[in-house]
């Protein structure tokens, strides 16, 4: 039986690592490298914002192409049918011609001549008639493919002013991001050592990131391992120490640590339970004496 007052069972909290105080700099850098990408990102969406509306004008574009040829098919159509009824009306002019000479005629050549122009002319008139069929039938597919056309366009210009919108507001909402973001930058890099800030622009210009995590003893942007005693100072996070292979500023985050401690933890325990099942095994089956 327990005591009164007795304390009772330890309750064990795990309390999970933060980052080592960093040299002032060092914090600094960090902030900054954010800022730094976040505005790069955002400077690359409001120049690409242009060009993906261009690339929907485009389109539009295609969209009016295709209802004017369609305008032009069909203004087409009608000049070339107008043009074949002109040609009926002239043909039909010379049958009446012809036929009325052929009462004045002395010869049966003559005559005959006569009628042959008569039969050719008539020939001509059944095939104007036969092509002006021909165009009434492509006039009605040529409408309909109009009337499509100036649907999609339609819809499409529509989506073309949404878009045109859209990108309006994206621009202003990433400017003022920007905005913010540059009145941050100019704060930090204020409070940073010129050298440290002329190391960082640097290296920033020629790798696109300045800084690196240090972690297992190695570089992770360029993954060279340093030196044990370089290590042993970067784990302090007490100075500003570059890597000697890609320059970039290395810091350590004992987080990673610990979360790549733990599957190691889980593994040897896994293999602890394993080792003991056996011998639990055998006491169990062991007869009573």
């Known amino acids: 039986m327990r005591k009164s007052g007795a304390e009772g069972p330890i309750t064990r909290v795990r309390i999970k690592p ?18 730094d ?21 485009a389109k ?11 305008k032009s098919g069909i203004k087409g159509n009608e000049a070339t049918r107008r043009q074949m009824e002109a040609d009926i009306k002239g043909f039909q002019e010379k049958i009446a011609k012809y ?70 507001v994206r621009t202003a909402e990433d400017e003022k991001l920007l905005a913010g973001l540059k009145e941050k930058r100019d704060t930090i890099r204020s409070t940073v050592n010129d050298s440290a800030l002329a190391h960082y622009d640097r290296v920033m210009r020629q790798r696109k990131s300045a800084l690196a995590e240090a972690r297992d003893q190695k570089c992770m942007a360029c993954f060279v391992m340093v030196r044990p005693q370089t290590w042993q100072e970067i784990r302090t996070n ?44 055998e006491q169990e089956t062991t007869p009573t004496q």
């Not at 990408?37 to 004008?57: C, Y």
């Not at 539009?60 to 369609?70: D, G, N, P, S």
Request: contains cysteine; hydrophobic residues 40%.
């Open 238 to 281: 007490e100075q500003i120490i570059t890597c000697n292979s890609c320059g970039r500023i290395l810091y350590f985050d004992p987080a990673s640590e610990a979360t790549a401690a733990e599957p190691a933890k889980k593994k040897k325990a896994r293999a602890a339970e394993v080792e003991t099942a056996p011998e639990q095994t």
């Open 99 to 168: 036929r009325s000479q052929s009462s004045s005629v002395k010869t049966n050549d003559e005559y005959r001549a006569l009628m042959h122009e008569v039969e050719f002319a008539e020939k001509q008139i059944s095939g104007c008639e036969d092509k002006i069929l021909e165009l009434m039938i492509g006039l009605e597919n040529e409408e309909k493919a109009l009337k499509v056309a100036e649907a999609e366009l339609k819809t499409e210009s529509a989506d073309v002013e949404k878009e045109k919108a859209d990108a309006r």
């Open 37 to 57: 990408r976040e505005a790069s990102r955002l400077t690359e969406e409001v120049a690409g914002l242009p060009k993906r509306v261009a690339a929907i004008e």
């Open 18 to 35: 933060s980052l080592l105080p960093m040299n002032a700099d060092l914090q600094r850098l960090t902030e900054l490298e954010k800022i």
């Open 60 to 70: 539009l574009a295609e969209h009016k192409a295709a209802v004017e040829k369609a």
